[in-house]
């Protein structure tokens, strides 16, 4: 793989005047991110994960929060509130199994914070970081009853296949 790239924050606005960041993921965010899981209702769970979870396992988090930022990446996108504190409030993230150039990502956003364009511009970064980062293919299982998330990658241009063996869940897969 070449020369990693790294990733320069970018800042989107919102309809009400306000703003958010999309950056990295950075070490300190852990609990910021079992903030953005607690926000989320048991139905979003079930959509990200594809099984009912009441906590984020521990692992999980280490693995998250402690990335190559190129062959695995986690963009975050951050809302600053009055009193400085960071909010996140969406991640999308990829990871790339050992000498592989196909990376398998994975996404969430807020549900007080959905239908803002949060969930796409969080896709379109993390889409240009892999690019940039020699990675091919980026692909991902949704639920087939995910419509929400189907119509999503769909706009950005990835095909949808059915699973032969699993009606259950969809192949969602982009060229890079
Ligand atoms: C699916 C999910 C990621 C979508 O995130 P999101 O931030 O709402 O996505 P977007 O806002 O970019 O797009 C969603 C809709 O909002 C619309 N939208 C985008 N920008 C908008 C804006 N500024 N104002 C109003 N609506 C907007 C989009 O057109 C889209 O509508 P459409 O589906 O009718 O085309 C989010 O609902 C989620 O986290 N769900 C639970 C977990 C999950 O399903 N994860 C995927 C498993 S891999």
């Given at each position: 793989m070449k020369k990693p790239i790294s990733f320069s924050n970018k800042?989107?606005?919102?309809?009400?005047?306000?703003?958010?960041?999309?950056?990295?993921?950075?070490?300190?965010?852990?609990?910021?991110?079992?903030?953005?899981?607690?926000?989320?209702?048991?139905?979003?769970?079930?959509?990200?994960?594809?099984h009912a979870i009441s906590k984020l396992p521990d692992d999980f988090l280490d693995d998250i929060l402690h990335l190559d930022y190129t062959t695995e990446m986690a963009l975050v996108a951050v809302i600053q509130s009055q009193n400085a504190a960071e909010e996140i409030v969406g991640i999308?993230?990829?990871?790339?199994?050992?000498?592989?150039?196909?990376?398998?990502?994975?996404?969430?956003?807020?549900d007080s914070h959905t239908a803002h364009g949060i969930g796409t511009h969080l896709m379109l970064d993390l889409i240009a970081h892999a690019k940039e980062n020699g990675l091919q293919e980026m692909l991902g299982y949704v639920l087939s009853k995910n419509l929400?998330?189907?119509?999503?990658?769909?706009?950005?241009?990835?095909?949808?296949?059915?699973l032969n063996d699993d009606?259950?869940?969809?192949?969602?897969?982009?060229?890079?």
């Open positions: 800042t989107y606005a919102l309809d009400d005047g306000g703003h958010y960041l999309i950056r990295p993921i950075q070490a300190d965010d852990r609990d910021r991110i079992v903030e953005l899981f607690n926000h989320l209702s048991p139905e979003s769970r079930y959509l990200r994960f594809a999308a993230r990829y990871v790339t199994p050992p000498n592989q150039s196909i990376c398998e990502f994975s996404l969430s956003v807020s929400k998330m189907l119509h999503l990658v769909s706009d950005l241009g990835f095909e949808i296949t059915n009606p259950d869940f969809k192949t969602v897969s982009l060229l890079l």
